[in-house]
């Protein structure tokens, strides 16, 4: 429900304070005096559109607070977890602050947010009707969500959501693979001569790096084995080796007798030997390896451009061959196994279209059920409203050509305000008056199943008097029973019903008469105010004995 409201400088508002409560209040007050106002200023807290015009004359900005109090668990906690906004389970506060330039600032819960988030917010949390209310009743989607929270339809619902999503699926899976086939099919004389020509060559993973270098190593290979014939003639130039090695003999004879003097010359010159014998044998090593075949470079450099060659034309790296042989491999294998996985696909899309149709068919039937005892229902609500000779039907067209999340229904109020009319869209077949009745009842039919806590109505009375405004008072108050209700009225009828009144009037400020401007106040009524107010709204402008009297019995009958 709605518990505060603060409005700062919006038209005529200075500041005003307002405090709420559950059940019937009522708004009365002169034409003029601001009603309308304070109805655009929470509108504006709602999300609806902002204009520079709202904001007071003078002001650089006007803002508006409102607080609302929604049950637990309800769909605007919902709203605001999916928007990363904190909110406790116990009160949210909505502020719009209208700059007198036209941009506007949201808040929610102080924290800043979205026009969109604000409005798909408000709608959760109030509705605000009017006699040319033309949201909630035109729009198509809100009479069959309408149908299905008055018939508690809401698990068959979401039956169908979940198997339409799981049609979809399948219904993709079925098609993607479908493509694929006949794309593979096309293809397949260009995949079996490409994957012949992958074969023959058997691609391997870093075969280009390996082929590379060995090619750059058999193109030096004169030149290393000259650079190793060189270091082999050096190494025997003078018959070195055999000069160390008559030395060393030499010094080892006479060594036990040199006391310890000659061994480390000897150690020496062993090492020098061996090491030598060692180069020369790697150097025999290496000229045996540098030795040029013509026949294994032109091979080498065959497969290298080969393997290159057939990169390009596949638009690949050489290393990625292998893989686009596996890949071709399996297109191919899928167009040869493709036929008994496209009969496994479109066997599970029948199947989900099945189960779809069966969830659909059950809502469709669970619709009609519905709309024929909503039907009885507003029937019975219009004739006290003197709408006696209307006619109203709750149209459940099915075609499942249009199936969809919701199923295959299309759900329409239709009515005819007046005998050997046509049946009509709720919004073109009836006068402001006649739809702001035709609103009411179906919101005391629908009561708290498809509304949101608060429902604020503007003037649904007009135009009546007598026993159609009294029996628009009781419907308020057994709306109230279910959801806050406010009321904006002129009638005495409705207002006596109330079990909170406000007044609002507009006065002139105080101070110097020259910069004194119009302002709008709210006054709680109670006891002998409220009965002034009522024998006011009985009489006009002057308030008569007689308008008193009629007050008190009109308190007197709603107790």
Request: net charge negative; charged share 25%; hydrophobic share 45%.
């Amino acid at each position: 429900m709605l518990t505060h409201l603060a409005i700062r400088d919006i038209v005529l508002i200075e500041k005003l304070d307002l405090a709420l409560d559950e059940g019937l209040g009522v708004l009365s007050g002169e034409t003029g005096a601001g009603k309308s106002i304070l109805l655009d200023a929470l509108g504006l807290a709602l999300g609806a559109r902002g204009d520079a015009s709202l904001v007071r004359t003078g002001c650089d900005k006007g803002s508006v607070t409102a607080m609302f109090s929604p049950p637990v668990g309800h769909r605007a906690f919902q709203l605001l977890a999916e928007a990363g906004i904190e909110a406790d389970e116990g009160s949210i506060v909505v502020r719009r602050v209208q700059q007198a330039d036209g941009k506007s600032r949201a808040f929610v819960n102080d924290q800043p947010a979205s026009v969109n988030l604000l409005k798909a917010l408000g709608a959760t949390l109030a509705e605000i009707h009017g006699q040319h209310d033309d949201r909630a009743l035109m729009d198509v989607s809100f009479h069959r969500a309408a149908l299905d929270a008055y018939g508690g339809l809401e698990k068959q619902v979401a039956s169908v959501a979940s198997a339409w999503e799981q049609l979809a699926a399948a219904a993709s899976a079925h098609e993607a693979h479908e493509a694929r086939l006949a794309r593979a099919e096309t293809e397949r004389a260009f995949l079996e001569h490409a994957l012949k020509e992958l074969h023959e060559l058997n691609p391997q993973a870093g075969e280009e790096t390996a082929l590379a270098d060995k090619r750059q190593l058999m193109m030096n290979a004169e030149q290393f084995a000259d650079a190793v014939s060189e270091a082999q003639a050096a190494l025997t130039d003078g018959a070195t080796v055999s000069a160390i090695n008559t030395a060393l003999r030499k010094l080892e004879r006479r060594r036990e007798q040199a006391q310890g003097a000659l061994d480390g010359v000897c150690a020496a010159l062993e090492r020098v030997v061996i090491e030598m014998n060692e180069a020369q044998s790697q150097l025999d090593a290496a000229a045996r390896q540098f030795v040029l075949d013509p026949a294994e470079l032109e091979r080498a450099e065959g497969r290298l451009f080969a393997l290159r060659a057939l990169a390009r034309k596949h638009k690949v790296q050489v290393d990625e061959l292998a893989a686009l042989m596996d890949k071709f491999e399996a297109d191919l294998q899928s167009i040869d196994d493709g036929g008994a996985m496209l009969a496994r696909l479109k066997k599970a899309r029948d199947e989900a279209q099945a189960a779809y149709d069966n969830h659909a068919r059950a809502l469709s039937d669970a619709r009609m059920k519905a709309a024929d005892k909503l039907d009885a229902e507003i029937l019975a609500e219009l004739g006290p409203l003197r709408l006696e000779k209307a006619r109203f039907e709750t149209r459940v067209e099915t075609d499942e050509a249009r199936a969809g999340v919701h199923g295959i229904d299309r759900v329409k109020f239709l009515i005819a305000a007046n005998p050997g009319t046509p049946l009509a869209p709720i919004g073109k077949a009836a006068s402001g008056g006649e739809l702001s009745r035709f609103l009411l009842a179906l919101k005391v039919v629908l009561a708290a199943r498809a509304s949101a806590p608060t429902l604020i109505f503007d003037e649904i009375d007009t135009g009546v008097g007598g026993a159609v405004a009294d029996a628009i008072g009781q419907r308020l108050v057994r709306l109230a029973r279910e959801l806050q209700v406010v009321a904006v009225t002129h009638s005495p009828q409705v207002a006596s019903r109330a079990g909170h009144h406000l007044l609002i009037s507009k006065m002139e400020e105080a101070g110097d008469a020259a910069g004194r401007r119009m302002i709008t106040r709210v006054t709680p009524l109670t006891g002998e105010g409220r009965r002034e107010e009522i024998a006011r709204m009985l009489s006009g402008a002057e308030v008569t004995s007689e308008a008193r009297a009629q007050a008190d019995r009109l308190l007197a009958g709603t107790g």
